[in-house]
């Protein structure tokens, strides 16, 4: 039986606002199997960059637990998180905000061996340094250049190469691509699998491109007003969308065959807000399928084939 290497339970994140609580993440429930790939969809606002955050706790989750190879890291005092830091890293989105524009290359890779302690004499440093650099396909040449006389694609690189440096276990993705021209996303991604096969590594790759997740994922969640909606294996989810939302965002993908048009599903009706959520689907105002019975209570996540969850009061309704 395959190992799960996260588990996540039940996570809520909640922010106080002037208006009241706003509801990021609420009743996340999911888990990954080592060295396989997670893929979290959805809208600008889901709450999909939040949940990665919480995972890692960049952000102290409101509520709900969190185990990394069977330990809650919730749990955890400050020491024991850093130590931890070895195992679970973070690729951020933007490459140009999230790297030290005040360092070099070499700096900011070396910057967590240095913090991390793991080398003995700078010789060793410079070594590391070089070969994560040749890993992750930069240049030497280019180890006292800064970030802003790099392209974005390089910048992405040397984020990729600083979470490595620790050799690290887990990686959440957090939209690692999407800033970046489509010729340099396809040699991003290609990098990023060729070092998951080379590392054995575990990601969670958070975007809002279902045609890059659907390459690159074993597994998709897909969240709306922070909360699960569908989960399943890649090829089941694309083949058989359950959820209104679902087969809303699959039938946005252009299709290149002029031949065969997927059906166009527009939606319509007023965004719930994520502060102080009524009770109910938060879909439901947007969905053609909404029942009364829809306003009572969340729905929780059934499984209606095996590995396939959908959250949905009326999903006899909606299934083919």
Same mark, same amino acid.
């Given at each position: 039986?395959?190992?799960?290497?996260?588990?996540?339970?039940?996570? #809520?994140?909640? &922010?106080?606002?002037?208006?009241?609580?706003?509801?990021?993440?609420? =009743?996340?429930?999911?888990?990954? /199997?080592? =060295?396989?790939?997670?893929?979290? @969809?959805?809208?600008?606002?889901?709450?999909?960059?939040?949940?990665?955050?919480?995972?890692?706790?960049?952000? /102290?989750?409101?509520?709900? !637990?969190?185990?990394?190879?069977?330990?809650?890291?919730?749990?955890?005092?400050?020491?024991?998180?850093?130590?931890?830091? !070895?195992?679970?890293?973070?690729?951020? +989105?933007?490459?140009?905000?999230?790297?030290?524009?005040? *360092?070099? @290359?070499? !700096?900011?890779?070396?910057?967590?061996?240095?913090?991390?302690?793991?080398?003995?004499?700078?010789?060793?440093?410079?070594?590391?340094?070089? !070969?994560?650099?040749?890993?992750?396909?930069?240049? +030497?040449?280019?180890?006292?250049?800064?970030?802003? /006389?790099?392209? =974005?694609?390089?910048? +992405?690189?040397?984020?990729?190469?600083?979470?490595?440096?620790?050799?690290?276990?887990?990686?959440?993705?957090? /939209?690692?691509?999407?800033?970046?021209?489509?010729?340099?996303?396809?040699?991003?991604?290609?990098? *990023?699998?060729?070092?998951?096969?080379?590392?054995?590594?575990?990601?969670?790759?958070?975007?809002?491109?279902?045609?890059?997740?659907?390459?690159?994922?074993?597994?998709?969640?897909?969240?709306?007003?922070?909360?699960?909606?569908?989960?399943?294996?890649?090829?089941?989810?694309?083949?058989?969308?359950?959820?209104?939302?679902?087969?809303?965002?699959?039938?946005?993908?252009?299709?290149?065959?002029?031949?065969?048009?997927?059906?166009?599903?527009?939606?319509?009706?007023?965004?719930?807000?994520?502060?102080?959520?009524?009770?109910?689907?938060? &879909?439901?105002?947007?969905?053609?399928?909404? #029942?009364?019975?829809?306003?009572? =209570?969340?729905?929780?996540?059934?499984?209606?084939?095996?590995?396939?969850?959908?959250?949905?009061?009326?999903?006899?309704?909606?299934?083919?």
């Amino acid at each position: 039986m395959a190992e799960n290497i996260l588990e996540v339970r039940n996570i #809520k994140k909640h &922010f106080n606002t002037p208006k009241g609580k706003l509801h990021a993440v609420d =009743g996340v429930t999911f888990s990954i /199997e080592k =060295g396989k790939t997670l893929g979290i @969809v959805g809208e600008s606002g889901c709450g999909k960059s939040t949940t990665g955050r919480v995972i890692l706790r960049l952000l /102290e989750a409101t509520d709900g !637990e969190i185990f990394f190879e069977g330990k809650n890291i919730r749990t955890f005092n400050k020491k024991q998180m850093r130590d931890l830091r !070895e195992d679970i890293q973070i690729v951020f +989105q933007d490459p140009f905000a999230s790297l030290n524009p005040r *360092m070099t @290359v070499s !700096e900011i890779i070396a910057e967590p061996l240095i913090i991390h302690k793991k080398c003995k004499n700078k010789q060793e440093l410079a070594e590391n340094v070089k !070969e994560l650099m040749d890993t992750v396909g930069l240049s +030497q040449r280019l180890l006292n250049t800064y970030p802003h /006389e790099l392209d =974005g694609g390089r910048r +992405q690189r040397i984020g990729i190469a600083r979470a490595l440096a620790l050799k690290p276990k887990f990686i959440v993705c957090d /939209e690692p691509v999407s800033a970046l021209d489509v010729s340099i996303q396809a040699q991003v991604l290609n990098l *990023m699998q060729d070092l998951q096969k080379k590392f054995n590594l575990t990601y969670v790759f958070i975007t809002h491109d279902l045609s890059v997740v659907k390459h690159f994922s074993d597994d998709i969640a897909v969240m709306y007003l922070g909360q699960l909606v569908e989960k399943g294996p890649a090829d089941k989810l694309f083949k058989n969308p359950t959820h209104p939302y679902t087969k809303a965002l699959l039938s946005a993908i252009p299709t290149p065959s002029l031949k065969k048009k997927m059906e166009r599903v527009k939606l319509a009706g007023e965004i719930t807000s994520p502060i102080n959520p009524d009770p109910g689907c938060r &879909f439901a105002k947007r969905c053609i399928h909404a #029942k009364g019975e829809c306003s009572h =209570g969340d729905p929780n996540l059934t499984e209606i084939a095996k590995d396939h969850f959908v959250a949905c009061h009326i999903i006899k309704g909606i299934t083919n």
